[in-house]
């Protein structure tokens, strides 16, 4: 019984060695041979999320062109302040409009009505009048004269095309347009934006693969930290991204087109695109910092006192990256992309010291 006993106990020993051990030991070809199944898994999905995002991909378009078709509007407006005779004059949106109220309209940009084709700038008398047969009484604009448009006459009680509840910055005409070039450039305009976006879905499918692949050197206790890693990173990137798209973005395209008020703004959708994207991507792979540090000071290969020793070399490393992704020389907006790398590099010190343990392996008892 005791031999039984002890035959037992060995053989838990040996199996919990094994299992305290990096995972199975793979040649170079197998090393290949792994590797080159990841990449084609990681090809083929971003091949399906191109197809998904090609549906899509106007909407996509619309989306990232917002901040720079707000920045070249204002850009090219004229600005004054408001002043009227009796002062305290103030604007306001169509949503304060009542039934029967009157006004003249003023087209923003060309607008087909009909057969005619009423240009911009064109103005008619309006009035707000509820549209008929509409079980909620909502209202709607309508022409209150006939506009005499090329050669066709269009009717006073024509129904304009203006949503009475739309915000301000939200009506046709208040955003500026970008530009092409040749007839197939939007074609390859939307085929690019789907591609950047399907990998942007991608990412946490190829941090999957990434983990996957290195896991088998790994010890059983820290192949644990696969969800966590894939987690993170994904959420960090998709703050990257939008952290780009909100704060960076904004405030340079704005000083870069306040630099072009006394030109006529022509600019290019593909060369923005361009840049916007790689902006995106660069502030997402960036703001992976402190997720790639919570797993590495997990694992041991990192630790705050390491962040800490080679802070030079780092703050070094964040000045040229963002002297990079930053689009002009000047000093401001390199440090609007150097500032947030600097804090992630704070961050990820606490985290280090916060998560951070020694390499070890995993003790079984």
């Not at 070809?29 to 990841?38: G, M, W």
């Not at 190829?206 to 930290?225: N, T």
């Not at 890693?229 to 991204?241: R, T």
């Not at 930053?326 to 947030?340: G, H, Q």
Request: with cysteine; proline share 7%.
């Amino acid at each position: 019984m005791a031999t039984l006993l002890g035959i037992r106990s060995k053989t838990k020993e040996k199996k919990a060695r094994v299992e305290e051990e990096p995972g199975g030991q793979m040649s170079f070809l197998e090393h290949l041979d792994e590797l080159r199944s990841r990449i084609i898994r990681s090809v083929a999905f971003i091949f399906v999320a191109f197809f998904a995002c090609w549906f899509v991909s106007d909407y996509i378009y619309n989306f990232l062109a917002i901040p720079v078709q707000r920045a070249l509007a204002e850009a090219q407006q004229r600005k004054f302040n408001l002043a009227g005779l009796k002062g305290g004059e103030t604007i306001l949106p169509f949503s304060t409009l009542k039934e029967n109220d009157k006004g003249r309209f003023v087209f923003s940009e060309p607008t087909r009505l009909g057969s005619s084709t009423i240009p911009p700038g064109a103005s008619v008398q309006a009035k707000v009048t509820k549209i008929p047969d509409d079980p909620q009484g909502r209202m709607a604009l309508y022409t209150d004269e006939p506009l005499y448009s090329g050669n066709t006459i269009i009717p006073a009680g024509v129904r304009l095309p203006v949503d009475l509840n739309a915000k301000p910055d939200t009506g046709p005409g208040n955003e500026g347009k970008l530009v092409v070039t040749t007839a197939m450039e939007p074609f390859a305009l939307y085929v690019k934006v789907s591609i950047y976006t399907s990998i942007a879905l991608a990412v946490p499918f190829l941090l999957w693969q990434i983990w996957a692949f290195i896991s088998p050197g790994l010890y059983p206790h820290e192949r644990r930290y696969a969800l966590p890693f894939v987690l993170l990173s994904s959420i960090s990137f998709v703050i990257g991204a939008a952290f780009a798209y909100l704060v960076i973005f904004p405030p340079a395209a704005k000083y870069l087109l306040g630099l072009g008020q006394d030109f006529r703004l022509y600019l290019n959708a593909s060369d923005y695109f361009d840049f916007i994207i790689l902006v995106m991507l660069a502030m997402g792979v960036v703001f992976q910092m402190p997720a790639i540090t919570y797993v590495l000071s997990r694992i041991g290969l990192v630790s705050a006192r390491f962040l800490v020793r080679h802070w030079r070399g780092a703050l070094i490393v964040i000045l040229i990256a963002a002297a990079i992704l930053s689009p002009t020389n000047d000093v401001p907006n390199m440090l609007l992309f150097a500032a947030p790398m600097i804090v992630l590099y704070i961050v990820s010190i606490f985290i280090a010291w916060i998560f951070g343990r020694e390499r070890r392996r995993e003790v079984r008892r």
